[in-house]
């Protein structure tokens, strides 16, 4: 165990002020897609009034990978075309990325990298879902994916310092990077992650996807499903070497998550085939 | 100048002096094939050790490594200069041997080191297995290949 860095971690998270910090916009338009009074003009009303995500939001709905061929010039016009979880998981894109588009020194990611591998999750997470015929969750699977590594923004730094310690006891104890990193600093990326969503205001569900997308098997039974879609997702991509930084493979592959799913082992591989389109569709977002 | 090529997933890419060719890699493998008279080489991202022949040759083992000799040759190398260095396969952690994606990251090694011995290409460093993420650099103006994995760097030089 490392003292400082543990004291200086529980510093951070008892003062939220430290923890990274999202446009109002993010948390509003979530809570609204869940109400069922929220008409769409409201929603429309609420992300216009944030001139820089609106103008982020219009290029997104226009991008490859949302646009459903016809023009979208105004976000009232892509709550009607594209519908209102579409344009909730627009939204938390272009809110998210200049929190993980960039340089995360600790796990060796050059800047980009961790971004491009949220993308990748949330775009194979939703395809899961859907071949699954879980369409209405499929949004909360992409939403979830884009932050599941959140925690990595904050820990880095001290991954950094403690890299050495991490890796030997990964060594010696035979235990997954991030159990490493529990036993070291006291925190590791899933619990990071997950009080910068509580300081965020964010529905329970996205929380445990970040809390738990190493170890699906822990997580509540009415976020399990999500949870199990994410670390398959997220397995995946790092087997493709997506994002995959100075943590490595060192993350185990969750046999219930794949009971969880239904996932056989033929689809298993086939998501796993068929990541250059994946890799495709994720860098259509922009 | 040197120049930095990316090579993605499922992708192959060949060129000469003074180039760099890099990739990232997890379970996937990087072959890296060089002449060392005409200081030109290729590199190859593949993910799967073997496919129905009808899909993209780039992604499979046994298929885009006979396309990468292809290509150098093209380019005006010669068969009995090729050399190869090859990188990545790691697997998760721990993994349940009963899932076998889990077991790719092993026979994309053993179907890369196959099929090269097939053509008669042989290998001068293999930088493979275990649980660790690689990033592979592999410099044209002499065929070196650094690898860099868990933080820390290892050169290979052999050609």
């Given at each position: 165990?490392?003292?400082?860095?543990?004291?200086?971690?529980?510093?951070?998270?008892?003062?939220?002020?430290?923890?990274?910090?999202?446009?109002?916009?993010?948390?509003?338009?979530?809570?609204?897609?869940?109400?069922?009074?929220?008409?769409?003009?409201?929603?429309?009303?609420?992300?216009?009034?944030?001139?820089?995500?609106?103008?982020?939001?219009?290029?997104?709905?226009?991008?490859?990978?949302?646009?459903?061929?016809?023009?979208?010039?105004?976000?009232?016009?892509?709550?009607?075309?594209?519908?209102?979880?579409?344009?909730?998981?627009?939204?938390?894109?272009?809110?998210?990325?200049?929190?993980?588009?960039?340089?995360?020194?600790?796990?060796?990611?050059?800047?980009?990298?961790?971004?491009?591998?949220?993308?990748?999750?949330?775009?194979?997470?939703?395809?899961?879902?859907?071949?699954?015929?879980?369409?209405?969750?499929?949004?909360?699977?992409?939403?979830?994916?884009?932050?599941?590594?959140?925690?990595?923004?904050?820990?880095?730094?001290?991954?950094?310092?403690?890299?050495?310690?991490?890796?030997?006891?990964?060594?010696?104890?035979?235990i997954t990077?991030?159990s490493?990193?529990?036993?070291?600093?006291?925190?590791?990326?899933?619990?990071?992650?997950?009080?910068?969503?509580?300081?965020?205001?964010?529905?329970?569900?996205?929380?445990?996807?970040?809390?738990?997308?190493h170890e699906?098997?822990?997580?509540?039974?009415?976020?399990?499903?999500?949870?199990?879609?994410?670390h398959?997702?997220?397995t995946?991509?790092?087997?493709?070497?997506?994002?995959?930084?100075?943590?490595?493979l060192y993350h185990q592959i969750s046999e219930?998550?794949?009971?969880?799913?239904?996932?056989?082992?033929?689809?298993?591989?086939?998501?796993?085939?068929?990541?250059?389109?994946?890799?495709?569709?994720?860098?259509?977002?922009? | 100048?040197?120049?930095?090529?990316?090579?993605?997933?499922?992708?192959?890419?060949?060129?000469?002096?003074?180039?760099?060719?890099?990739?990232?890699?997890?379970?996937?493998?990087?072959?890296?094939?060089?002449?060392?008279?005409?200081?030109?080489?290729?590199?190859?991202?593949?993910?799967?050790?073997?496919?129905?022949?009808?899909?993209?040759?780039?992604?499979?083992?046994?298929?885009?490594?006979?396309?990468?000799?292809?290509?150098?040759?093209?380019?005006?190398?010669?068969?009995?200069?090729?050399?190869?260095?090859?990188?990545?396969?790691?697997?998760m952690f721990k993994f349940n041997?009963?899932?076998?994606?889990a077991?790719?990251?092993?026979?994309?090694?053993?179907?890369?080191?196959?099929?090269?011995?097939?053509?008669?290409?042989?290998?001068?460093?293999?930088?493979?297995?275990?649980?660790?993420?690689?990033?592979?650099?592999?410099?044209?103006?002499?065929?070196?290949?650094?690898?860099?994995?868990?933080?820390?760097?290892?050169?290979?030089?052999?050609?």
């Amino acid at each position: 165990m490392h003292e400082q860095i543990k004291q200086r971690l529980e510093q951070i998270v008892n003062n939220i002020g430290q923890l990274p910090s999202i446009p109002d916009v993010a948390g509003k338009v979530i809570t609204m897609v869940n109400d069922p009074d929220a008409s769409f003009s409201r929603i429309a009303e609420e992300i216009s009034k944030d001139q820089a995500i609106t103008t982020n939001v219009l290029k997104l709905c226009n991008s490859a990978y949302f646009s459903r061929g016809k023009e979208i010039s105004s976000v009232e016009r892509a709550t009607v075309t594209l519908g209102i979880k579409e344009v909730k998981d627009i939204v938390f894109v272009a809110a998210t990325k200049s929190i993980l588009d960039k340089q995360i020194m600790g796990y060796d990611l050059a800047k980009g990298e961790l971004w491009k591998h949220g993308l990748a999750v949330a775009v194979l997470s939703k395809h899961i879902a859907m071949i699954k015929k879980k369409s209405e969750i499929a949004d909360i699977a992409f939403t979830g994916s884009i932050i599941h590594d959140v925690g990595k923004t904050v820990l880095a730094l001290y991954v950094q310092s403690a890299f050495k310690e991490i890796v030997s006891l990964v060594d010696s104890k035979q235990i997954t990077f991030q159990s490493a990193e529990r036993e070291i600093m006291g925190f590791d990326h899933q619990e990071i992650g997950e009080k910068i969503l509580t300081k965020w205001n964010f529905p329970q569900i996205l929380r445990d996807i970040v809390r738990f997308h190493h170890e699906p098997e822990n997580a509540p039974n009415e976020s399990k499903l999500l949870v199990s879609i994410v670390h398959i997702a997220n397995t995946i991509c790092l087997m493709g070497g997506i994002g995959v930084g100075s943590d490595g493979l060192y993350h185990q592959i969750s046999e219930e998550a794949i009971k969880t799913i239904g996932l056989k082992d033929q689809e298993l591989e086939n998501l796993y085939s068929n990541l250059p389109d994946t890799i495709n569709n994720a860098s259509a977002i922009q | 100048m040197q120049t930095l090529i990316n090579v993605g997933v499922a992708q192959m890419q060949t060129a000469a002096n003074p180039t760099v060719l890099r990739t990232i890699l997890g379970s996937c493998i990087g072959i890296c094939i060089y002449d060392r008279v005409k200081k030109t080489g290729g590199m190859a991202h593949i993910l799967l050790p073997n496919g129905s022949g009808s899909e993209k040759p780039e992604k499979y083992a046994d298929t885009a490594i006979p396309l990468l000799i292809n290509n150098l040759i093209k380019a005006g190398c010669k068969k009995e200069n090729l050399s190869a260095k090859i990188s990545g396969g790691a697997s998760m952690f721990k993994f349940n041997p009963n899932i076998s994606l889990a077991q790719i990251g092993e026979k994309n090694i053993e179907m890369t080191i196959k099929l090269l011995e097939e053509n008669h290409i042989p290998i001068m460093a293999a930088d493979v297995g275990g649980n660790a993420g690689r990033v592979i650099d592999f410099y044209l103006e002499d065929g070196r290949l650094k690898v860099r994995a868990g933080g820390k760097e290892k050169m290979y030089y052999k050609i």
